[in-house]
């Protein structure tokens, strides 16, 4: 079946602009993550769902950050106001959810704010 | 809170040699533990878990890893590393049961012929 996929897979953007990054996971898979990995801060957590519920956003960096999840899959991460240090890899991935701790990673998105 | 610590960002290891990369973990209820590996421009790939029961745990590829709650470690070990195992490799915790991992800082591993 297929994988958790992510687009898009790379998106160059100008300081300031709004971005959308997109994640499908697993069909099935209730529990959504999305990471962030930077040269500097290396793999950090940002959000996760269960279901279409966030209960644990600690890991989002500023109120610039924000995400859903619609119809328990699909879920968006938007940055709004980008800045350069907002440039990184962010990945998703999805698990059965509570109990079950296998997670499977997307690609990724790789953002690059010029 | 839970931590982990991975010593050494880049570990050089000759084809058919043994293939050690350490990982401590910091945290105060029993952790979950994992160890990913992520090749260049893909996303992680798991290749163990530890979720409490046997401490010797078997993953893909030839990889093992050991609990030792004594040492809080989990070091993850090959006993004959290949030109395929050249990758970046993540020790990760959680407590949390909807499994919030929390990420060491990575181990490139490079394989000479």
């Known amino acids: 079946g297929a994988g958790v996929s992510q687009s898009p897979s790379n998106k160059v953007t100008e300081k300031g602009k709004d971005v959308e990054l997109r994640c499908d996971p697993i069909?099935?898979?209730?529990?959504l993550y999305w990471y962030r990995q930077s040269l500097g801060q290396g793999l950090e957590f940002l959000i996760y769902f269960q279901g279409n519920s966030a209960p644990d956003k600690s890991g989002l960096p500023s109120d610039r950050f924000s995400a859903e999840r619609t119809g328990g899959s699909v879920s968006t991460l938007t940055i709004q106001r980008t800045q350069q240090e907002d440039s990184a890899v962010y990945l998703c991935?999805?698990?059965f959810g509570k109990g079950s701790y296998e997670q499977y990673f997307g690609p990724g998105t790789r953002l690059t704010v010029t | 809170a839970q931590s982990v610590t991975q010593l050494g960002s880049h570990v050089s290891v000759s084809e058919g040699a043994l293939v050690l990369l350490r990982c401590n973990y910091s945290?105060?209820?029993?952790?979950?533990l994992f160890w990913y590996v992520q090749y260049p421009n893909q996303g992680l790939q798991l290749l163990l878990k530890y979720t409490s029961a046997a401490t010797l745990v078997k993953g893909i590829n030839g990889f093992e890893a050991e609990f030792k709650k004594s040492e809080t470690s989990f070091h993850l070990t090959k006993p004959s590393a290949h030109m395929s195992d050249a990758a970046e490799y993540f020790c990760a915790v959680t407590t949390d049961s909807w499994g919030k991992l929390q990420f060491g800082a990575g181990t490139q591993v490079v394989v000479t012929p």
């Open positions: 945290s105060s209820v029993p952790p979950y």
């Open positions: 069909s099935g898979h209730t529990a």
């Open positions: 991935a999805s698990s």
